[in-house]
């Protein structure tokens, strides 16, 4: 069965303000024991949506079991994330293209480079997110973007690739204003989420130089908790703190925040 963008939930008016979390891994293990308890929690909050980014053939069914616990919170993307790009990457992409050739998703993600963890399979991850974003186009999808240390790199494909609108969002952004500007150039969002709160990161000030308008948020859950919770498992209520975060930099409430980004990633994924 598809499901299409326009069955987004109504945010509940009761509440001071509705965030998006335009990328997180609730499906994944660290979840297991506590994961209704923590949707329900988020949900009484105003946290109202969640985007699910695939990593490879071991998290289908996964994320595709909590799309359907939570069809009107939870929406899907599918791609193969550069880490899982290894010796069997070709089955690996045959599999992510019979996947979107089977139903609707709302994005391919989570795709593009890692220079961090593992430099063996570069050109390999070159050639996949190439194909991913083809896809992409393909499908008329958005894409969520792996950036890990290989910004330029990336950037040089998709000048050669080009990604048609709906561009996306460079998830996890942390490059400079450059960079940043950059990227927004090109039509994408920026992905901001707990590195922002990071001590010395530079990440604040990467954000005082852009418009909020191109930016969405995001936890990445379980990782990359926000501070004070740095190095312990990230949990979707956290978004409230990249959300506060965010209105200190910008010198507005914490309801503007969550509005604008919110509307932002109605942009990217539809309403």
Request: proline share 4%; with cysteine; aromatic share 10%.
């Amino acid at each position: 069965m598809f499901i299409f963008a326009n069955q987004f939930a109504i945010p509940n008016p009761k509440f001071a303000m509705i965030l998006t979390d335009t990328h997180t891994h609730l499906y994944l293990p660290e979840f297991d024991s506590d994961r209704d308890t923590l949707m329900a929690e988020a949900r009484t909050s105003g946290i109202e949506r969640f985007f699910l980014p695939n990593i490879d053939s071991s998290s289908f069914n996964a994320m595709h079991a909590l799309e359907k616990k939570y069809p009107k919170n939870c929406f899907a993307m599918m791609g193969l994330h550069p880490t899982s790009v290894k010796e069997n990457w070709k089955a690996e992409l045959e599999l992510v293209e019979k996947k979107l050739s089977e139903r609707k998703y709302f994005a391919v993600g989570e795709i593009g480079i890692d220079l961090y963890w593992d430099k063996t399979f570069v050109k390999e991850q070159k050639e996949v997110f190439r194909r991913q974003v083809e896809l992409a186009n393909h499908y008329k999808l958005p894409v969520s973007i792996h950036s890990r240390e290989s910004f330029e790199e990336i950037y040089s494909i998709l000048l050669e690739t080009k990604k048609e609108q709906p561009c996306g969002a460079f998830h996890c952004f942390t490059g400079n204003v450059d960079q940043a500007n950059r990227a927004i150039d090109l039509g994408f969002y920026l992905g901001i989420g707990g590195v922002v709160t990071f001590k010395n990161s530079g990440l604040d000030g990467t954000l005082a130089g852009v418009h909020l308008k191109n930016v969405v948020l995001e936890t990445d859950a379980p990782y990359l908790a926000p501070a004070p919770h740095r190095g312990k498992r990230n949990l979707p209520a956290y978004i409230k703190l990249v959300a506060e975060k965010v209105a200190v930099v910008k010198n507005i409430s914490v309801e503007e925040v969550a509005r604008i980004t919110t509307e932002n990633s109605t942009k990217i994924f539809g309403k």
